[in-house]
């Protein structure tokens, strides 16, 4: 084609036309985006405006009978911290568990294991799978394995008693439970860590004569340890919002005292939401109770979450600041 | 030919000049100590690719040597052999043999670990450890024990003083090592090669990130390291290998075409594939 | 310029740290070389560090193992709750254990433990007049064949074949098919909402919103992840519930808990999950694909549309069968929002019951070892086959991807890399 037969236009290189796929497609696929963090807004904002009025130091630290027991579900009386202390009784020990196992992983995956082996995808799809099995089948496994499995093999063969000791839910076994669930998350945050800081670095250190052991301690976890914590962090807020698999595992509907021990059962804040929205006789009358309960679960929960992400950002931050150098 | 070199004086910290030797009287000095590095029959598998093939040749010492040739033929995984790097690659095979002081380094019974304090390594890319500049220095010496505190805040400072890193960094030797301009810090890593004093540095493209002027800083540095050090450096850039070589490897897919002394290489090579790269025809 | 020479060799090595000086180094080497300090121990821990990455693999063995063991006399057909002859001598009740009084009174142990012998023995004895009376042909009847458990069946009193899960009552109904119809039906609702949503969200913040306001819609998206399930099941409950109420005019057997509250609360859930990852998939299709698009005068949206959102469809499929498994497994948002009637409606006005609300509800009230116990732990059994099938095919899908988008071998991988410096490299020099 020769210019000769081309017809004598004007380019346009300034039009835009309003209604064309591309405007129009764009639009629908912004009011997506915007559509769905304006829910996510709403439902924070409607959570926090119902609840937060109930949420005083008072309720959070009067226990959830009232003084007596009776009043549980009684909102002038009953406040949340045996709940409090429950949950956070729960993801400690939940931590305490599953950190090392999650971290070891992650250093295994992503500094000696060779990616393309069969161990490694093994374990690698392992993992995703344990991030993927519902949360309830966690609490069938717990019970199956930790409660009725170990725990009733204790109270049979080593204490040989007739009162199951540690053979009922309990907090050691809910946290175990919690601790096989947020494993991944742990693992995955630990593995994106590591790969963050710059194969280059850990050359250098070999390339001095230092082993990989040495490499690794010296070396590299001091780079990683922000994102190695943000991971554990990320797990917390997981394991603070899990209810299902601790309902057949440790937590109670009512408990007169504080767990005393690891065999004791617990209340729960998410079990608690759960059994007041059920369980209440009178779904109006316990409304505000509700709301203050639930917006403590998701103040705990974002604020983990918020934290997570902060200091996820600031390592993202460091790390372009290295590369750019 | 005579060189004027700057370099420090590790006692009164004071500047010193000094003239190389004219290169045809080093050549001759060099080629009568008994090589460094023997290398017979080597040949390197990354799985069934082959990267090396039957290469045998003799590192001289005290000498500079330069690796060139095409991208893709060899020359880094040859240098990575020299001090076992290329362990860390999985499903690496090696047959043949390389000694080092006449010890066969990939004899079963030697440990890499040890090997790497002897053989020193500076890599493409700048990798200061995101560390002090201080710690990046004292890494290699706190990590194999040698010296006490005060002996090893004397080493960094002659190491860093070698490199002309002093005067620039002596004030600051507790910033962040990653804050330092790209040039700074090759030579910081430079530093970090030779503060263990090891017996060979081998460089695999030093200045291939750097500035022309940054990268005059290095070759400079290494015509000045090379009385102390036998290097070995990998170079696509081949003004470079003229300028810091006395000894040069032509590779070409995996083989050692030709080695000779560099004025041999570059004014009379034997081999055509030899001329063919030099006078830019091919790479 | 007249310089002084002096020897270097002698100048900086002389006394530093390290230096073996040349006539030592071969006797240095002939020793050095060979030791290994500290070995074993580096050994003992990363052979450490192997064994415990391997709690991975071990922990869905156990999962699987020990689920599947508690549903192995419902998959194996030992379960017989056939209630014929069946009664109990109340003087027996000294000798029963607490588990088989709890089977026969349908009660659960903790509430037999607690009842006084007087009152035991008065429970059995109208347990057995109630199991007499109750003569119907049913009674005899093993409700936990596969047949009673997958097919129709004509209950006395029904005037056609029905499907029925009804697990207490006088003659026990375990049909599950109106558990897996309403799990299907919340899921397929929760689906219809989120994919669409949430895609179009991926695509827009990926690859058309500029990098401010990618940076605000991101991370408000990203949060919906860290609300607990059962906080979006409360809000189900109590405002879903109500925003929907007026649609009561379209059903005239409407119930305020239904499929469709359900279904919308249980969206919120699965949205986080398919976004992040089909988002992930979107932005890692390099720039250089779009930018080619671009350069021959495509929009952003059509080199997006045409160009980048194909090549990363592998990993929205993925992102979406992750939803989906997502979206059926979870537990406490169905149990709060459905209403939990197990019906095999198609109106999505009518409430649902699903498998995962199922084990939630019933679990902490059957009897270890009952037959609802066994049945309870094969519906889990069964959930996880989904969801794992579910996850092995997205991993295959994502790794494939990765492997293509990556270049298919570690050498080619290198190659390139290598050239991408030299280039770099040569460019500055
Ligand atoms: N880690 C590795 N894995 C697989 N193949 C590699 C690896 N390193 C190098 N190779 C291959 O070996 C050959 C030689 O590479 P290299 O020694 O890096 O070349 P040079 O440094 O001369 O450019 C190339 O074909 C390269 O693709
Ligand atoms: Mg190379």
């Known amino acids: 084609m020769s210019s000769a037969y081309l017809p004598e236009t004007k380019l346009d290189l300034f039009s835009v036309p309003i209604f064309s796929r591309t405007t129009i497609g764009t639009a629908i696929f912004r009011s997506a985006a915007f559509f769905l963090a304006g829910v996510v807004f709403l439902i924070v904002a409607y959570v926090l405006s119902e609840g937060w009025r109930g949420l005083t130091p008072g309720f959070i630290f009067t226990r959830a009978g009232g003084s007596n027991g009776e009043g549980m579900f009684d909102p002038e009386h009953s406040g949340v911290f045996d709940m409090v202390v429950g949950t956070v009784l729960l993801v400690f020990l939940m931590t305490i ?129 922000a994102g190695i914590l943000t991971g554990g962090i990320l797990a917390v807020s997981r394991g603070a919002g899990e209810v299902a698999p601790i309902m057949f595992t440790g937590a109670v509907y009512y408990m007169k005292n504080l767990p005393q021990g690891l065999t004791d059962p617990f209340m729960e804040l998410g079990y608690h939401v759960y059994n007041m929205a059920t369980q209440s006789i009178n779904i109006d009358q316990v409304r505000p109770l509700l709301f203050s309960t639930v917006t403590t679960l998701l103040l705990l929960t974002f604020l983990l979450n918020a934290v997570a992400i902060f200091a996820r950002a600031r390592v993202r931050r460091r790390l372009q600041n290295l590369q750019h150098d | ?247 040069t490897a032509f590779f070409y897919m995996g083989q050692l075409v030709e080695f000779d002394a560099k004025e041999n290489i570059f004014s009379s090579p034997k081999e055509e594939a030899t001329e063919a790269y030099i006078n830019g025809r091919f790479g | 310029m007249n310089p002084t020479t002096t020897s270097l060799p002698e100048l900086s090595r002389g006394t530093v740290l390290g230096f073996v000086p040349p006539q030592e180094l071969e006797k240095e080497l002939s020793v050095t070389l060979y030791e290994r300090p500290g070995s074993y121990l580096e050994n003992a821990i990363i052979r450490g560090i192997t064994l415990i990455s391997y709690s991975a693999i071990a922990a869905v063995l156990l999962i699987f193992i020990f689920i599947a063991k508690e549903s192995l006399p419902v998959l194996l057909q030992q379960t017989d709750n056939s209630r014929s002859g069946l009664t109990m001598k109340p003087e027996d009740a000294v000798n029963k254990s607490p588990a088989e009084l709890a089977v026969f009174l349908q009660l659960t142990e903790s509430q037999v433990a607690r009842l006084s012998p007087d009152v035991l023995q008065q429970l059995i004895v109208s347990r057995n007049e109630e199991l007499k009376a109750g003569n119907s042909p049913d009674s005899k009847l093993n409700t936990t064949t596969w047949g009673m458990m997958f097919l129709p069946y004509q209950w006395e009193g029904y005037n056609m074949p029905v499907f029925i899960w009804q697990p207490i009552g006088n003659i026990e109904k375990y049909n599950v098919i109106p558990l897996i119809f309403g799990s299907l039906k919340i899921t397929f609702i929760a689906l219809l909402f989120a994919m669409p949503l949430s895609l179009m969200a991926a695509t827009y ?112 499929f993925a992102a979406v069968v992750l939803g989906f498994a997502r979206a059926i497994g979870e537990t406490m948002v169905v149990l709060l929002a459905s209403g939990n009637a197990a019906t095999l409606d198609l109106s999505i006005f009518q409430s649902a019951r699903t498998l995962t609300a199922t084990i939630a509800a019933e679990l902490n009230e059957a009897a270890q070892d009952s037959a609802h116990y066994h049945i309870l732990f094969f519906i889990g059994t069964m959930l996880f086959f989904i969801t794992f099938l579910g996850n092995i095919l997205a991993d295959i899908i994502l790794q494939r991807l990765k492997s293509r988008l990556e270049g298919s071998t570690a050498a080619e991988a290198h190659r390139l890399a290598e050239q991408a410096e030299t280039q770099l490299g040569s460019s500055v020099v």
């Open chain 1, 97 to 225: 568990l599953v950190m090392p196992v999650g971290i070891i992983t992650g250093i295994f995956l992503n500094e000696f294991a060779d990616s393309r082996s069969w161990t490694s995808r093994i374990i690698r799809s392992s993992i995703n799978n344990l991030a993927g099995v519902p949360s309830i089948i966690f609490g069938l496994f717990g019970l199956g394995l930790f409660v009725l499995t170990i725990g009733s093999g204790i109270d049979a063969y080593i204490l040989q008693t007739k009162n199951p000791v540690w053979g009922k839910p309990s907090l050691i076994w809910a946290a175990l439970t919690l601790a096989v669930l947020t494993l991944p998350v742990v693992v995955v945050s630990t593995e994106q860590a590591l790969r963050a800081v710059p194969t280059s670095i850990r050359d250098a250190a070999l390339g001095m004569g230092a082993t990989k052991l040495q490499t690794l301690w010296k070396i590299v976890l001091p780079q990683a340890s």
């Open chain 2, 1 to 247: 030919m005579s060189t004027p070199v700057q370099t420090y004086d590790a006692d009164s910290g004071q500047a010193k000049s000094y003239t190389l030797a004219s290169a045809p009287d080093e050549t001759a000095r060099q080629a009568a100590l008994p090589p460094i590095i023997q290398v017979e029959h080597l040949s390197l598998f990354y799985g069934r690719h082959q990267a090396l093939n039957d290469v045998t040749m003799q590192i001289p010492r005290q000498a500079v040597t330069a690796f060139i040739g095409p991208s893709g033929c060899g020359k880094s995984s040859l240098l990575r052999c020299f001090n076992r790097m290329n362990d860390f690659i999985p499903k690496t095979r090696v047959t043949g043999r390389v000694f080092f002081q006449n010890q066969d380094i990939y004899d079963q019974q030697i440990n890499p670990i040890r090997l790497r304090r002897y053989i020193g390594m500076v890599f493409q890319r700048s990798n200061p450890f995101p560390q002090s500049i201080f710690d990046n220095v004292a890494f290699g010496l706190r990590l194999h024990r040698l010296g006490t505190p005060q002996e090893i805040g004397q080493q960094v400072e002659i190491c860093l003083q070698k490199v002309g890193l002093w005067e620039e960094v002596k004030d600051r030797l507790k910033m962040n090592a990653v804050n330092l301009s790209g040039g700074q810090q090759q030579r910081l890593c430079l530093a970090r090669a030779i503060s263990i004093n090891p017996q060979v540095l081998l460089m695999d493209e030093p200045a291939s990130a750097l500035d022309p002027v940054a990268t005059a800083k290095i070759e400079e540095l290494i015509l000045n390291l090379k009385q102390d050090y036998t290097i070995v450096i990998v170079t696509h850039n081949m003004q470079q290998a003229g300028r810091v070589s006395d000894y």
């Open chain 3, 205 to 316: 913040v990926s690859q058309l919103a500029r990098p401010e306001t990618r940076e605000v819609i991101k991370p408000f998206i990203e949060l919906l992840a860290g609300v607990p399930s059962v906080v979006l099941g409360f809000l189900g409950l109590t405002g879903l519930s109500v925003l929907l109420g007026p649609l009561h005019i379209f059903d005239s057997h409407y119930t305020p808990l239904n499929a469709l509250v359900a279904g919308m609360a249980l969206a919120l859930a699965v949205i986080p999950v398919i976004f992040t990852i089909a988002e992930d998939a979107i932005t890692a299709v390099p720039v250089t694909h779009k930018r080619a698009a671009l350069a021959i005068g495509a929009t952003n949206w059509h080199a997006t549309m045409r160009v980048v959102v194909p090549a990363a469809m592998p990993g929205i």
